[in-house]
């Protein structure tokens, strides 16, 4: 399982990184960052790029940015990293919470938020957050800049929609002042990609009506996605366990699950839906 | 197209021209000569080759060597010296942590990287940390009990822990 | 034996072995290297079953660093793979060729291979080799019906009988007849170290070597001396550490072949280093059968009669251990309780599928599952206790040694001791078992999915019939015990340091232990169905007392005493009971002892001796397995809340690798309940090909578990009475979770297969919601 030759490029600017991304348009080039899920693609030679790219000279892209009304994580911000919140924004809290649930420690040390954004698995944490968060994801060529909104990013099982010669340098996560939030999972082992997850990110009024509601899923269909039927079914109502459970069944009713030769889609409709439940039943 | 790279490793300093794609594991084991670290699965996942890297405990198989360009790097054989074993060490053979010992230097450095800036750690986080790597001949009991032990005389845990 | 000292026997010593291991100093296969080896890589099928039309190696000979690309027909002169016990005619036809020839039959196999100068370039040229293969239909299912292995012959190698008494009478004359349908899922040991080997030929001596042996090294120098037409002194084996072996190892492979021949062909050492996807896809899976069981039984619930159909999968070829799991199979089935009858029929049948083998406790981890779930149903339709059935039926102490007229490894099955009664007493009341029922329907009043299960099972373990051992001490008072054993990492050295350390008054530490090496020993058995301890252990026990014997005898010369009153301590020789006045060390003995010394008088040179033991029988261990179980009805998910290990390993000479082997061995067979399962798809196409999809536990699955280690029933067998621990965690790991799970389902059709993922659980609770 020795991966296969390739070109090395280590760029010490986002400028050298975009204009060799122009230049290798025509070939199958991927970005190294941390590499965590980079170099097991490459040692199953799943992956057999020509060239890479080696990003992690460019200190540009190491920035965890406290920004006004965002934050914003840098290409080569590490999920250990995001481990950390103490007093920060809520956004930070989340984020930190979710990032315990992501592979094994030494995953974590290595492996980069933005490299699980761009390998858009439909069981990432960080996808699921992006897209329940409603991030901007910065893709960056030679001649532009593009900030996608996460919805639109994932287009399906480790599919993304950058184009060939565009680089993440960072995404964008909008600041939240006030909520409840809870994050759910099942895997079959702890740290192993789960099969069914969801992040639910709420506020109520005095009266403990809903004002605001993210519902997001991932790990069951080929991407994250925040179910709106569910938000709207639930805005402005009050808690209940009643609501929790009519929210499940819309989403379980919505869903399009993926289905293999390992997991039926049905196991993981039943799963969303016993994790909507615990879910929503926790931030009553 | 081999090129440079160098690196310290268990305190010696080691240059030498490598192909790109040849891994960090394969570098030590093969280039370094230190064979302790261990290839269980090359896709990151059993943590037999679990190394230390600028303080960080990381799985060399998943690093290729040009990404350990002038960094400090700890293998297993760095943690003793010709007299004595390293505590942890100590510990792994009192309570018989390992049997092939094929998953042991990735358990050491694990816990001894791992744990290494904390002051206190929790019994939460010794298992968090702990189910990082797999172990199929001891089914990880001993391996708890030494790698607790060692906390111990370290202050990190208390003796009232579980 | 007589000693001042403690005996060692049943001390929980630290191990010998352990140094170099945490120092990172150990040295496996992939840690060897020669000046001037090639690296070889295995082109594989990546088809399951199909006719080869073309090979083209043309662009992998370029790549740069390739030195030779061979397929079968660079090797026509090799025949294919032998049977562990020799000459099995009937299965001849089915032996598996090194490399595929006209056919191949698995995804995985070998078709090709590459000699390079590192393994990245014989990767990469691997890689190009063009394969051509007319697919055929492939049988994914030994219950689907038998196929062609090729012309005029069926799928179907072999169908296994054993039975003795009137099956027919005595299901005419039942009460109540119970049948079942079960399956156990196929996986496999799967040890950290995949398999690797390094051929080298030394011309100067003529002797070729094959490094990286492991389990039967003796065992397999004569299969391999005899295919490659070398005598054994022109063949040796050579054992490094072994990182895990489960019965896995030792197995004559493809590869193991391939780096012989290539050795002696291409002028150089030749290294194969397995990487993990190969070892999830060609080594040696298990555990696959299905199986229609049925019992008779008189309203007390006594077995009148089993009789059992079953389906072993055995993949695309019969191993080297030919039909042994599946006449273990039906060997071993009925366990620890009286049956009246019993007729097994198992169908040995081919598949287009990884090749079978041995798997820690084979033919056990199935039977026991099979058989305890019987139980279970049993108690069920008869509305008995679960506890009550098995009592009803349990061989008594009293009846020890137990016979029954059916083998098991050729042996015929005879128990040689065991309280099975007076242990699972004792585990009852451990597991405290009597309020459990109470707490139980308490929990499940609050709507908990809980439930508890057990199960009773019997091992079998030192395999004989004769081992051999030879301990030499030098001037220096060194010992060194020379065995034909091996280690896979079980603590096999540190066993036998303390079984000669004890008789010769020595520290432990100070002995030397050798094994897996041919060319140190002639003779031995190698490590494998849990028979070291036992057979080994012995051998060793009977040259370190000839040893001892010798030592005193000298002794006594030299220091003008009679050898009845002397006693050796530290490596002394003294007068028993006085520490102080005249004394002699085993070193100056062992001077004293050389050939051309005159104080040796008539006496054999050298402080050493030979030590053989034989054993007409195995020996057979036994104990029961408890487990508390919660059931998540949302995932399907179990926990497992408490675990009861209960076992009689006669004498434990090293409790703490005892209780290791125990735990290790638990958690295995906790994988294979819950977690581990190589899935096809009907196209013969593997889908557990990484440890992404091949799920073992890891700590956060293990539940605390508690052992009872007892020693109520020594063998009769063996001067130290010991029974060996290997497969004794493992064994009904299966049967007792499942029996848990049925508890807490409080269902009693479904639970029918292993493993019980999450997903089939939560199908079962859906069912079970429907009706």
Known sequence: MKPAS????RPSTIKDAVNLLSELADKDVRILAGGQSLVPMMAFRLAQPTDLIDISHIRDLTNLRDEKNYIDIGALVRHADLALASDRDIVRHILSMISHHIAHHPIRTRGTFCGSIAHADPSSEWCLAATTLDALITAQNKHTIRHIPAKDFFT???????????????????????????????????????????????????????????????????????????????????????????????????????????????????????LIIEALREIL | MKIPVHFNLNGRDFKMNVEPRKTLADVIREDCGYTGTHL??????????????????????????????????????????????????????????????????????????????????????ITDVLSSNLCRCTGYENIVKAVRHWLLDERKINAEHK | MPSINKSLIGQSLARIEDSPLVRGQGCFIA?????????????????????????????????????????????????????????????EPYRQPVLAQTYVRYVGEPIAVVFAENAYCAEDAADLVEVDIDPLPVIDRADAPPGEFAPHLSTQAAIITQQFGDIEAAFAKADKIVELDLEIGRHSGVPLETRGAIGRYDRARDVLELHGAAKVPHKNRESLARMLGRSTAALH???????????????????????????????????????????????????????????????????????????HDQGAYPRTHALRIAETTCGILPGPYHVGAYKAVGYY????????????????????????????????????????????????????????????????????SGDYKGLLQKSLKAFRWDELEDKLKTRRANGEIVGAGFALFIEKSGLGPIDGAYINVDSEGGVEVITGGASV???????????????????????????????????????????????????VGVAAHKVRVKALDMAGHLLQIDPAELTISDGQIHCKNAMQGPSISLGAL???????????????????????????????????????????????????????????????????????????????????????????????????????????????????VKVLLCEDAPSPRNPLGIKGAGESGIAPVGAVIASAVEDALQNYELVRQLPLTPQRIKSMLDQMKRV
Not at chain 3, 263 to 291: F, G, T, Y
Not at chain 3, 493 to 515: F, P, W
Not at chain 3, 682 to 699: H, K, R, V
């Open chain 1, 6 to 9: 390739f070109n090395l490029h």
């Open chain 3, 31 to 91: 840690d060897v290297n020669f000046p001037h080896q090639l690296h070889m890589r295995v082109v594989r099928s990546s088809i399951a079953h199909g006719r080869i039309r073309h090979i083209d190696t043309q662009s992998a000979l370029t790549v740069e660093g390739v030195h030779a690309i061979w397929t079968a027909q660079d090797i026509s002169d090799i025949g294919p793979i032998d049977f562990r016990e020799g000459k099995i005619e009937k299965l």
């Open chain 3, 590 to 704: 062992a001077q004293a002892l050389r050939p051309m010394s005159r104080l040796r008088g008539e006496r054999e040179p050298g402080l050493s001796a030979q030590g053989w033991f034989e054993s007409e029988h195995q020996v057979y261990p036994y104990g029961n397995q408890f487990a508390l179980v919660k059931i998540d009805p949302r995932t399907g998910h179990i926990s497992i809340e408490d675990y009861l290990i209960a076992y009689d390993i006669g004498k434990a000479i090293n409790p703490m690798l005892v209780r290791g082997q125990i735990i290790g061995g638990f958690v295995q067979g906790l994988g294979g309940a819950i977690y581990e399962e190589f899935l096809y798809d009907e196209q013969g196409q593997p889908l557990s090909t990484s440890f992404a999809d091949y799920l073992m536990p890891t700590l956060s699955e293990v539940p605390e």
């Open chain 3, 237 to 311: 084996l050579f054992e490094y550490h072994v990182g895990g072996g489960f019965g896995i190892r030792g197995e004559i492979y493809p590869e193991d072949i391939l780096v012989l021949v290539a050795a002696l062909r291409l002028n150089r050492p030749v290294k194969w280093i397995e990487d993990r996807r190969e070892h999830l896809m060609c080594a040696n899976q298990s555990r696959h059968q299905r199986h229609k069981i049925k019992a008779a039984v008189d309203r007390k619930g006594r077995l009148l009669a089993i009789e059992n159909e079953f389906y």
């Open chain 2, 40 to 125: 269980g699965c090359e896709h990151g996942i059993c943590g037999a080759c679990t190394i230390i890297v600028n303080n960080q405990t990381v799985r060399s198989c998943l690093m290729f060597a040009f990404q350990a360009d002038n960094a400090v790097i700890e293998t297993v054989e760095g943690l003793s010296d010709e007299q004595s074993l390293h505590p942890l060490q100590k510990a792994f053979v009192s309570h018989h942590g390992l049997q092939c010992g094929f998953c042991t230097s990735g358990f050491l450095m694990l816990a001894s990287g791992a744990f290494r800036d904390r002051d206190y750690v929790s019994d939460d986080e």
């Open chain 3, 489 to 539: 990492g079980q603590g096999f050295e540190t066993v036998m340091a303390q079984v000669s350390a004890d008789i010769l008054g020595v520290n432990y530490r100070n002995v030397r232990v050798i094994h897996g090496r041919t060319d140190r020993i002639e003779y031995g058995i190698g490590a494998h169905a849990s028979r070291a301890t036992v057979m080994t252990a012995n051998a």
């Open chain 1, 156 to 274: 399906g099982i480790m599919t993304n929609n950058l184009n060939a010669d565009e680089i993440i340098t960072s995404v964008r996560i909008p600041k939240i002042d006030k909520a409840r939030y809870v994050f759910k999972e099942f895997s079959r082992r702890k740290g192993d990609f789960c099969l069914a997850s969801v992040l639910i990110v709420a506020d109520v009024d005095e009266h403990q009506r809903i004002i605001k509601i993210h519902l997001g899923i991932g790990g069951v269909e080929t991407a994250p996605r925040r179910i709106k039927g569910a938000e709207t079914l639930m805005m402005g109502q009050k808690l209940s366990a009643d609501l929790c459970y009519a929210a499940a069944d819309l989403i379980a009713r919505d869903l399009d699950p993926m289905s293999d030769k390992t997991t039926s889609a049905d196991y993981r409709r039943d799963l969303a839906h016993g």
């Open chain 3, 349 to 416: 049948r081919l598949t287009h599928k990884t090749p079978c083998a041995t798997y820690r406790a084979p033919g056990r981890y199935e039977t026991n599952f099979v058989r305890e779930r019987l139980l279970d149903a049993i108690a069920k339709k008869l509305n008995m206790s679960r506890v009550d059935v098995r009592i009803a039926n349990l061989i008594d102490s009293s009846e020890m040694p137990y016979a029954r007229p059916l083998s098991v490894l050729e042996d015929n099955v005879s128990y040689d």
